[in-house]
């Protein structure tokens, strides 16, 4: 009954619809100030396995990598000795030498980051990179909103108050977002309905949120491995769930990253209406274990909704349609 409400709720949206884009992940760097119990990304400066990927590495990652990408998405850790315009030419360069890509960059924690070093106002920091060539942003540091269950995860993390001011902020001077959830670690369930429902709450107030991603919590290398991860009924429940709280939030994804591609597919069937995209290649999650691929290709794409009997569209980050391939 879960899945076909929610089924009914993406079909009565979308139709037969399903969304991929041609995108480009960029995690600039890992070393990072907060430790954050459940990451395995982070690391201090001088860590053997620490790095940070200069303007021109970027510029020319994308040259390399991501060519035909109609996205870049931008998410590191919170650098020690970078200073704030260091980001600012960061977006502004990557805007003038791809004209025609989309720039999606930097969570409400690297916002409110920003600010701290600057001493600017939030409001002052992403109208700046709005002004820079920002043109929105990805939904990641939500995590789990309850206070008890963040303190014990991520104590050094801004607060779920504080991630929502910054993403109210955001909307309110025409940055258009996602949202996420970060389950399956120490949360119960009255935590997640709690983070839904404010994230709901907020949708009502600004209708900025373009898309909602539920993080399937990665155990390995982490403060939990050796737990269990996440079962395919639980996935596909929190995301059946998400469809029917979030009912003013357009697209529902299946982050194919984190639930593999196969149980991504049959999320298809539980709400979801986006696979997200291309990815080229991710390392946040993937140094936490997931088993999934660093990238997917557009032929990949259109096996897995073409043979859960759907019609695949690219889009854009906004959700415009590019291609709908019949």
């Known amino acids: 009954m879960l899945a076909k409400k929610a089924d009914d709720i993406k079909t009565s949206m979308w139709h037969d619809n399903v969304f991929f884009i041609n995108n480009i992940h960029v995690n600039y760097t890992n070393i990072c100030l907060n430790h954050c119990k459940f990451c395995a990304f982070s690391k201090d400066d001088g860590d053997d396995e620490a790095y940070l990927m200069e303007i021109e590495?970027?510029?020319?990652?994308?040259?390399?990598?991501?060519?035909?990408?109609?996205?870049?998405?931008?998410?590191?850790?919170?650098?020690?000795?970078?200073?704030?315009?260091?980001?600012?030419?960061?977006?502004?360069?990557?805007?003038?030498?791809?004209?025609?890509?989309?720039?999606?960059?930097?969570?409400?924690?690297?916002?409110?980051?920003?600010?701290?070093?600057?001493?600017?106002?939030?409001?002052?920091?992403?109208?700046?990179?709005?002004?820079?060539?920002?043109?929105?942003?990805?939904?990641?540091?939500?995590?789990?909103?309850?206070?008890?269950?963040?303190?014990?995860i991520c104590p050094e993390k801004i607060d779920g108050d504080r991630w929502l001011y910054i993403m109210e902020v955001a909307h309110q001077n025409g940055i258009k977002s996602n949202a996420t959830m970060l389950y399956g670690h120490l949360e119960s369930e009255n935590d997640k309905l709690e983070h839904l429902e404010r994230i709901r709450k907020l949708q009502k107030k600004t209708e900025g949120f373009l898309a909602f991603v539920a993080l399937s919590f990665q155990t390995e290398n982490t403060f939990l491995e050796g737990k269990f991860d996440t079962t395919g009924i639980e996935d596909l429940k929190t995301i059946a769930v998400s469809r029917i709280i979030l009912d003013n939030i357009p697209h529902i994804k299946a982050y194919w990253v984190m639930l593999g591609e196969k149980l991504a597919q049959l999320s298809l069937k539980f709400g979801a209406d986006d696979l997200d995209g291309t990815i080229i290649k991710e390392n946040i999650s993937h140094a936490a274990g997931s088993k999934s691929k660093e990238g997917l290709n557009i032929d990949t794409l259109l096996n897995l909704i073409r043979s859960a009997g759907l019609v695949p569209v690219e889009r854009d980050a906004f959700y415009n349609a590019i291609k709908v391939y019949q």
């Open 57 to 152: 590495d970027i510029i020319n990652y994308i040259n390399d990598k991501g060519k035909y990408s109609n996205e870049i998405h931008i998410v590191g850790g919170l650098h020690p000795d970078k200073p704030f315009e260091y980001y600012l030419d960061m977006v502004r360069t990557i805007k003038a030498t791809f004209k025609d890509k989309i720039v999606k960059a930097f969570t409400s924690v690297e916002i409110d980051y920003f600010s701290k070093i600057s001493g600017r106002s939030v409001e002052d920091v992403l109208v700046s990179l709005k002004d820079s060539g920002l043109d929105c942003m990805p939904g990641g540091g939500a995590e789990i909103f309850g206070t008890e269950t963040r303190n014990k």
